[in-house]
């Protein structure tokens, strides 16, 4: 199961921490991702992460603005978003799928997914 927190509200220019919380997975046997849907618009993703080795991926919109990370420990993922612009809006979501591969990046098919949290800049 995973459960998203921490949207809500901001200016822009602003800053936010998602997180997401993961119960029934080992962490380190996973990619694990945030993507976004903007209101009326199609998914997309946002940034991934390989927990059993830190690597990590970000769309071009967010590159520099934007960091995703884990902890271990406690099973949470955390996007923090930073310099917040009004197209940052959307549903949240984050998504684990099995790290089958050698990398992780948000164009795998995630077949688990949270229920989101809502960002409005």
């Known amino acids: 199961q995973l459960v998203e927190s921490g949207g809500g509200s901001v200016q822009a220019g602003g800053s936010l921490r998602l997180s997401c919380a993961a119960t029934g997975y080992t962490w380190s046997a996973y990619c694990v991702a945030w993507f976004r849907q903007p209101p009326g618009e199609k998914r997309e993703g946002v940034a991934a992460?390989?927990?059993?080795?830190?690597?990590?991926y970000y769309t071009e919109s967010v590159k520099g603005r934007f960091t995703i990370s884990h902890d271990n420990v406690k099973n949470i993922l955390y996007l923090q978003m930073d310099n917040l612009k009004p197209e940052d809006t959307g549903m949240y979501l984050c998504?684990?799928?099995?790290?089958?591969?050698?990398?992780?990046?948000?164009?795998?098919?995630?077949?688990?997914w949270g229920q989101g949290t809502q960002v409005t800049v």
């Open positions: 992460i390989s927990p059993a080795d830190g690597n990590t």
């Open positions: 998504a684990a799928e099995p790290r089958l591969r050698g990398y992780c990046d948000t164009y795998l098919p995630y077949t688990s």
